[in-house]
């Protein structure tokens, strides 16, 4: 049974940094791409940033340039740096890991940004 544990998120200003990170257990045969996934209230789960087991990131629109996602394969862990943080990345924040093509996601951790 694949688990996967979200560590950091907050509040943080406008302007600040936060660092959050998730971990994959279990059943890890085959992971392959992980990620981060937010949700907004009022609005659908959207695409933050994805990173491959290879070490390729992809990134939403919205946070290139600001973000950063980076993956220990030794420790299957994956975390987010996110700097420049703005009042609408407020969002709790899911990671995401595909192991044999099925997804799994975490239980989810609030970031709050005041302005």
């Known amino acids: 049974q694949v688990q996967l544990v979200e560590f950091g998120g907050g509040l943080v200003q406008a302007g600040g940094s936060l660092r959050l990170s998730c971990a994959a257990h279990g059943g890890l045969f085959r992971l392959n791409a992980m990620g981060w996934y937010r949700q907004a209230p009022g609005k659908q789960r959207e695409l933050v940033t994805t990173?491959?087991?290879?070490?390729?990131?992809n990134y939403a629109d919205t946070v290139k340039g600001r973000f950063t996602i980076s993956r220990d394969n030794a420790k299957n862990t994956v975390y987010l740096q996110m700097n420049n943080l703005k009042p609408e990345d407020t969002a709790v924040y899911y990671c995401?890991?595909?192991?044999?093509?099925?997804?799994?996601w975490g239980q989810g951790t609030q970031v709050t940004v005041s302005s």
């Open positions: 990173i491959t087991i290879g070490g390729t990131p």
């Open positions: 995401y890991a595909s192991v044999m093509s099925t997804d799994h």
